[in-house]
């Protein structure tokens, strides 16, 4: 299991205290941990990675800083990106977003299942994270699209009492 640590408004410091407390708690249970978009914030932390979006430090910069054992991901929305992260020193690919999501204040378009089924033929082996609007409803069309894993947020967070619940159900959808 992998967990990545989002955060858009908390300060820099705020965040590295934050990731410091649940890498701590991850450790206790056998979880990796990557952070989103902060290189510094991964490397102060010694988290397991990072993942990069498209206007973040380049890949290649970034497995420099953190090292060849590293887990490092790229986001992208269109099969032209993909494309290009086929080039980078990255261990995953996350497209999407492949349905609605109100996670993000910024939405690319919909890329939706076909363009998943593309982006998958593209990638080869690589593997291919989806994101976006991912529920345990709608998972088994994620994965027989090609997905590899799933990416979601607002599936597992959205009740706070069913967490719990939530990740139970992911967990069960997702292939061997």
């Given at each position: 299991?992998?967990?990545?640590?989002?955060?858009?408004?908390?300060?820099?410091?705020?965040?590295?205290?934050?990731?410091?407390?649940?890498?701590?708690?991850?450790?206790?249970?056998?979880?990796?941990?990557?952070?989103?978009?902060?290189?510094?914030?991964?490397?102060?932390?010694?988290?397991?990675?990072?993942?990069?979006?498209?206007?973040?430090?380049?890949?290649?910069?970034?497995?420099?800083?953190?090292?060849?054992?590293?887990?490092?991901?790229?986001?992208?929305?269109?099969?032209?990106?993909?494309?290009?992260?086929?080039?980078?020193?990255?261990?995953?690919v996350a497209f999407g977003p492949i349905f609605k999501t109100a996670t993000k204040e910024d939405l690319d378009p919909i890329a939706g299942l076909e363009a998943l089924?593309?982006?998958?033929?593209?990638?080869?082996?690589?593997?291919?994270?989806?994101?976006?609007?991912?529920?345990?409803?709608?998972?088994?069309?994620?994965?027989?699209?090609?997905?590899?894993?799933?990416?979601?947020?607002?599936?597992?967070?959205?009740?706070?009492?069913?967490i719990a619940e939530n990740m139970r159900r992911m967990l069960v959808k997702a292939?061997?």
């Amino acid at each position: 299991m992998l967990i990545q640590l989002r955060e858009k408004y908390a300060t820099p410091l705020e965040f590295y205290g934050d990731a410091k407390a649940a890498l701590c708690i991850a450790r206790e249970h056998g979880v990796r941990v990557i952070i989103n978009d902060r290189v510094d914030i991964a490397l102060a932390v010694k988290a397991d990675g990072i993942h990069l979006g498209q206007t973040d430090v380049p890949a290649e910069a970034a497995r420099c800083l953190l090292g060849e054992s590293a887990i490092l991901g790229v986001s992208t929305h269109n099969i032209a990106q993909a494309i290009v992260a086929t080039t980078m020193p990255v261990d995953y690919v996350a497209f999407g977003p492949i349905f609605k999501t109100a996670t993000k204040e910024d939405l690319d378009p919909i890329a939706g299942l076909e363009a998943l089924r593309a982006v998958r033929a593209t990638l080869g082996k690589l593997p291919l994270v989806a994101i976006g609007g991912i529920t345990p409803a709608n998972s088994d069309q994620v994965f027989a699209a090609g997905a590899d894993a799933v990416a979601t947020i607002s599936a597992l967070l959205a009740d706070p009492a069913r967490i719990a619940e939530n990740m139970r159900r992911m967990l069960v959808k997702a292939p061997e």
